[in-house]
């Protein structure tokens, strides 16, 4: 049963992005929004001068979360077919990680300085 829905500003891939934490089955659950840069300029850009500045918010805020599972707008990023898997072989807590979403950040956070650094290099 869903009590709340709370919405975290978590922008940086897109200016808008939106996390949203919220409790199920006695459970603290995280949808996390893309922590990705996926081609996005970092630098320079006109259009969205702040992202730097957004992402490291969104890191440091999302840092804070205590989340027992973590979902993702991308499957792959928390290899949504490996836990799926493990539930239907019988695993009940296939999704439950309470390390995850600082395995999560951490992840997206050491490829968002490396390549900001790259980008940073190239100008």
């Known amino acids: 049963m869903f009590r709340a829905v709370i919405a975290i500003a978590s922008p940086g891939h897109t200016r808008g ?3 949203w934490l919220t409790s199920a089955g006695g459970k603290t ?3 996390a929004t893309s922590l ?3 081609g996005q300029k970092l630098v320079g850009d006109r259009d969205y001068p702040e992202p ?3 992402f490291t918010r ?3 805020r999302l840092r804070r979360v205590r989340a027992d599972v973590v979902l993702n707008f991308h499957p ?3 290899d949504l077919a490996g ?3 493990a539930l239907l072989a019988g695993n009940a807590e296939a999704f439950v990680d309470a390390s995850e979403t600082r395995r999560q950040i951490d992840r997206a ?3 968002f300085k490396a390549e900001l650094a790259r980008q940073q290099a190239a100008r």
């Open 76 to 78: 792959e990023f928390f």
């Open 17 to 19: 992005g939106v996390s």
């Open 83 to 85: 836990k799926r898997r």
């Open 58 to 60: 969104t890191f440091a």
């Open 29 to 31: 659950v995280l949808f």
């Open 109 to 111: 956070e050491a490829d």
């Open 52 to 54: 730097v500045a957004d």
């Open 36 to 38: 990705t840069v996926a």
